[in-house]
C-alpha cells in the first residue's frame, strides 16, 4: 500500500544548479564592465560556492575592481538578476511531479533571502512542482535550526510527526539539520563537481547521513521505489 510521506528539498546545489548560475551572473557583469581576463575566475572563487557571507562577497568584488557602487546596491542587481539565471533540469522536474503522483508530499526548505530564493523556485519551473517550501528571512530561521524544517512541512500542509525525509548537500545544514527534525537525510556528495571547477568540497556529513548519492534524481528515483509504512521513519 502507497503511503503519503514528506520528502523536504534544499533548493541551491540540490534541486537547482546555483554554481552554474553564478557562473553565468559572474562572465554576464565582468562582460558588461569590462572587467578584463581573469575576472570570472576571481569572482568564482571569490564566492566559494556560495559559502561566502553576500554582504562580503560583494564588498570584495567592489574593491578588487574599484566599481561606484556600494556592496548593498551590488547585491541588490545581484538578487534581482540570478533567478533569471537558474535552471533546473528538466528530469528533475519530472522527477518531482512522479513523487508528488505516488502520494508524497514534497518541499523545499532553503536558507537565503526571499526575494532571491522565491525568484529562483518561480522562475526554475519549481514552484508547481512542491506543496510548499520555506524561505529562512521570510520565516526567521535558518537551517540547521529545527524549526525551518516544521515551518516547511507546515507550509507543505502535513507535520513531521509521521517522519520524512530531508534531501541536501550540505552536511551541516541540510544533514544534521534535518537529523535534529526527525529527518531521515540523504546527502548529495558534490565532491566530483567541485573539484572540477578547481573548488575545495566540503567535508562528507558522517554517520548520521542515511543514504550518500552524487545527483538528485538518484535521490529522487530512491524515494520514488520507497512503499510501506516505514518510509518515512
Not at 2 to 31: C, K, M, P, S
Not at 72 to 86: C, V
Not at 148 to 169: H, K, N, P, Q, Y
Not at 190 to 206: F, M, Q, Y
Request: hydrophobic share 45%; with cysteine.
Amino acid at each position: 500500500m502507497e503511503v503519503t510521506v514528506l520528502a523536504l528539498f534544499d533548493l541551491d546545489n540540490t534541486l537547482i544548479d546555483r554554481l552554474g548560475a553564478y557562473r553565468r551572473w559572474a562572465a554576464e557583469f565582468a562582460a558588461e564592465r569590462e572587467l578584463g581576463a581573469g575576472a570570472v575566475p576571481w569572482l568564482v572563487a571569490a564566492d566559494a560556492d556560495g559559502s561566502v557571507p553576500m554582504e562580503l562577497l560583494f564588498t570584495r568584488i567592489r574593491d578588487r575592481f574599484g566599481l561606484p557602487e556600494s556592496a548593498g546596491e551590488l547585491w541588490d542587481a545581484y538578487r534581482a538578476r540570478l533567478p533569471h539565471l537558474i535552471r533546473c533540469r528538466p528530469e528533475v522536474l519530472d522527477g518531482l511531479e512522479r513523487l508528488r503522483a505516488a502520494g508524497w508530499t514534497v518541499g523545499i526548505v532553503t536558507n537565503g533571502m526571499t526575494d532571491n530564493q522565491t525568484g529562483k523556485i518561480q522562475h526554475s519551473g519549481l514552484a508547481t512542482r512542491v506543496d510548499g517550501w520555506a524561505i529562512s528571512e521570510a520565516e526567521g530561521v535558518r537551517k540547521p535550526d529545527a524549526r525551518l524544517f516544521e515551518i516547511g512541512a507546515a507550509r507543505c500542509g502535513t507535520s513531521l510527526g509521521d517522519g520524512g525525509w530531508m534531501v541536501g548537500d550540505d552536511a551541516v545544514n541540510d544533514i544534521t539539520g534535518g537529523r535534529g527534525a526527525g529527518l531521515r537525510t540523504i546527502w548529495i556528495d558534490r565532491t566530483w563537481e567541485l573539484e572540477r571547477h578547481g573548488l575545495a568540497p566540503a567535508s562528507a556529513p558522517g554517520p548520521d547521513c542515511d543514504r550518500v548519492v552524487t545527483d538528485v534524481m538518484t535521490a529522487i528515483a530512491f524515494l520514488a521505489g520507497l512503499r510501506g509504512p516505514g518510509a518515512g521513519r
